[in-house]
């Protein structure tokens, strides 16, 4: 083996032809979709079906093709015989057929995942390669057969490593995007990742252990293994928030995945983006199971006997409207199990049919056809019986439904009989008031009891039947043409006309909420409430599911401090599996220690053993005597690690995490001293002030508003001020354990005297 410069070069000239191969497929699969779209539009449906179907196909392709183009190359395997593989985003090959690189998730890379100097098969050597653009800028390499003579060379070559690619990305600054480490899974996170489809499975783990990096490659795992499966259903990442969805989105398509749909449980309903947060009391409320019920006793409550009845007069005919009548129509539509609005047909059915025997009852001869088609015609046009209908069987559609709920005590008190005076007093607010995120559960429980909004459906139903108006035209005009027997259905032909086919499978989806994902991917679940966990059940009835969290996070009342006893009753007993990750990636020893110490003195589990390097002094604490000079000390120290930690490249991330109460003023403050310091220029003052929130370099958050993010350093501003105002104990130290875990190099924990007696760290 040469030298580690010549090593270097030789793993340029293979990247360079990894390349060169992935630009000439580029061109090539550019040039067959040029060609596909340069088709004349006078075909017939079944040439445009197809020149559609290949249209979409090459810019999947396409799409693909360009989302692998950062770090293509990562890896090689060298087998004992002397053959080498190399691993990347996808598979490469010539146009001979020989192999120039293999996807990460085929079975011939788990080697690079798996091997271990005690279990490594044919593997003698693993080697990790890092580039930057296009740039190979450095290797390393893993001796895992101790009794090779890749041992000697790769120490001459000055590449022999026993950290791997793992120290280093750990040591690289943070950036708004989360860094893909598909090059660096260990064995235990590689196992996880290839677990079965067909059963929910919890991957539990404490900060820093990637949790998401696994769920995330996992998906991309499934969806390359079950392709069949998973193509046309897609995959649902399920986030805390749009800040942690941004942080992930590039995650997936850099390994090759596009089909793939991520929400927040606030915008997982078509048409409805709650943004909204209820305090954590009201939250557990609406979370409780018992909302079912409640939901259920407010739908039952709108099908009721009016006081007054009407007398109709229908052709001279008095026809009385009955208590009898209305119980039994009643009874007829609740026999048809079916939502509340769609059970309503059947209630205004049975009540036109037995009006009109009433009717006939009044006359003194049997009448003809005609004649009761007209009375039965004359009954639905009657306002009055509309009225008392509506009265008898309320059509509802859901928002209406929870929003009427939630601001009336008296009703509420009614649906909800367990809930006292003080829960009540929590929830109820004015009418008209905006969504909550906790609502949409209940929403979506609302629009299962009553099936679709009656205006939208008479909508949909006018749409279905001009359709089939325009489906017979074009089967009148395929006919003529003699088309009849092409094989192409006049729906397709409509489905061109209308361009339905253009949707992409995230808009499909979107835009339907009754779609059922092939799988879901839910991250930070320990924050979601029992009504969160029927939410997501309706839309993957397979039970597919990979389950992210760490109970010890749990900040939510409503949320899971047990996933058994959670889970059971959402999959049943033994129905699930659970893995649990136990290794620290992301803190330091020293950091990873202060936290764990912490939580575990107040009840929380902690399931992180150790963390994986240590960095000296990255734990730093000072006390002060007033709070004006404590703020000073967060911003001076903010200001300090804006200078070591943030680049002008967009790399680096420094988070200030406090109380809601005393955010606003640091926030200010944080920005007047950045604009004063002579360490910071105006053009950068200029750049880090302009930042999205999402992809801010330098932030001041509350504890729940980091969830699932990290940065390189944090300072943690009067810890027992966010415990003091947290609703319970066991939130409150969650919430502080999640704020001291972001830092993966620095942690500044900053307190005043009379903040110490509140909670010492």
Not at 150 to 167: D, I, K, M, R
Not at 284 to 313: E, F, H, Q, T, Y
Not at 642 to 648: P, W
Request: glycine share 6%; aromatic share 6%.
């Amino acid at each position: 083996m040469s030298d580690y410069s010549e090593q270097i070069r030789e793993e340029q000239s293979m990247v360079d032809e990894s390349y060169a191969r992935l630009d000439a497929i580029r061109v090539q699969t550019k040039a067959r979709l040029d060609e596909v779209r340069a088709r004349g539009a006078h075909e017939s449906p079944t040439q445009r079906s197809e020149r559609d179907s290949f249209a979409a196909m090459y810019e999947d392709r396409l799409i693909q093709l360009r989302s692998v183009e950062d770090r293509l190359v990562f890896g090689r395997l060298d087998h004992e015989d002397g053959t080498q593989h190399h691993i990347g985003r996808i598979g490469l090959s010539t146009p001979e057929h020989e192999t120039i690189l293999i996807d990460w998730r085929a079975q011939a890379a788990q080697p690079f995942y798996e091997a271990t100097p005690q279990h490594h098969g044919d593997i003698a050597m693993r080697r990790h390669i890092t580039l930057k653009f296009r740039d190979v800028v450095s290797i390393e390499d893993e001796v895992l057969n101790i009794d090779s003579s890749h041992v000697t060379s790769a120490s001459q070559a000055g590449t022999l490593t026993g950290e791997g690619a793992l120290l280093a990305s750990l040591s690289s600054r943070r950036t708004g995007r989360m860094t893909d480490i598909v090059a660096t899974i260990q064995g235990e996170q590689d196992r996880i990742i290839r677990s079965p489809l067909n059963r929910p499975l919890v991957v539990q783990g404490g900060p820093g252990t990637g949790k998401t990096a696994v769920a995330l490659h996992r998906a991309a795992y499934l969806l390359y293994t079950h392709r069949q499966t998973l193509q046309r259903s897609g995959v649902l990442i399920v986030g805390p928030s749009p800040a942690f969805l941004h942080y992930i989105d590039q995650v997936l398509p850099s390994l090759g995945e596009t089909g793939v749909i991520s929400r927040t449980i606030g915008n997982l309903l078509p048409g409805i983006h709650a943004t909204a947060v209820d305090d954590p009391y009201a939250a557990r409320i609406k979370g409780d199971r018992r909302m079912v019920k409640a939901i259920a006793n407010a739908a039952a409550s709108r099908i009721r006997v009016p006081s007054a009845l009407p007398v109709l007069k229908i052709n001279g005919v008095r026809v009385a409207v009955t208590r009898t009548d209305i119980e039994q129509a009643q009874n007829d539509a609740r026999r048809t199990h079916q939502p509340h609005n769609i059970a309503r047909k059947t209630f205004i059915k049975s009540m036109i049919s037995l009006l009109t025997v009433r009717y006939k009852e009044g006359l003194d001869y049997e009448p003809e056809y005609s004649e009761v088609h007209n009375a039965q015609e004359t009954l639905r046009m009657s306002e009055t019986l509309r009225k008392t209908l509506n009265t008898a069987w309320l059509p509802m559609n859901a928002q209406w439904l929870i929003n009427d709920m939630f601001s009336k005590p008296h009703r509420l008190k009614q649906f909800a009989p367990w809930l006292d005076d003080n829960q009540i007093r929590e929830v109820i607010r004015p009418t008209g008031s905006k969504f909550t995120i906790s609502d949409i559960p209940l929403i979506d429980e609302a629009l299962e009891v009553l099936g679709p909004d009656p205006h939208e459906q008479e909508l949909i139903e006018a749409r279905n039947s001009r359709t089939t108006s325009d489906e017979k035209y074009i089967n009148d005009m395929m006919s003529s043409m003699g088309l009849s027997g092409s094989g192409v259905s006049a729906r397709t032909v409509l489905a061109h006309m209308e361009d339905t086919d253009d949707l992409t499978l995230s808009e499909r989806a979107g835009a339907d909420r009754e779609w059922t994902y092939g799988h879901i991917v839910v991250d930070e679940a320990q924050e979601l409430t029992a009504m969160d966990w029927r939410m997501l059940i309706r839309r993957c009835p397979s039970h597919s599911f990979t389950i992210v969290g760490d109970v010890a996070q749990t900040s939510a009342l409503g949320g899971t401090h047990s996933w058994n006893t959670m889970l059971d009753r959402v999959f049943g007993t033994d129905a699930w599996d659970i893995n649990e990750l136990t290794v620290d990636y992301r803190n330091p020893q020293e950091v990873s220690d202060t936290a764990g110490n912490f939580a575990a003195s107040e009840g929380l589990y902690i399931s992180t053993v150790n963390a994986v390097r240590t960095v000296p002094d990255s734990v730093e604490r000072k006390t002060f005597t007033t709070i004006h000079s404590a703020i000073d000390s967060t911003i001076n120290h903010a200001i300090d690690l804006i200078t070591t930690y943030v680049s002008s490249d967009g790399s680096g991330r420094v988070a200030i995490i406090c109380d809601t109460e005393i955010r606003d003023e640091i926030d200010k403050r944080l920005r007047i001293s950045m604009r004063n310091s002579d360490r910071i220029s105006d053009a950068e003052f200029n750049r880090l002030t302009s930042q999205p929130a999402w992809d801010a370099q330098i932030g001041v958050y509350n504890p729940t508003e980091v969830k699932g993010l990290e940065f390189d350093a944090v300072v943690l501003c009067e810890p027992g001020l966010i415990s003091s105002n947290s609703p319970s104990r066991l939130s409150a130290a969650a919430d502080l354990y999640v704020a001291m875990t972001r830092p993966t190099q620095k942690l500044v924990i900053i307190q005043t005297e009379e903040d110490k007696e509140r909670i010492s760290l």
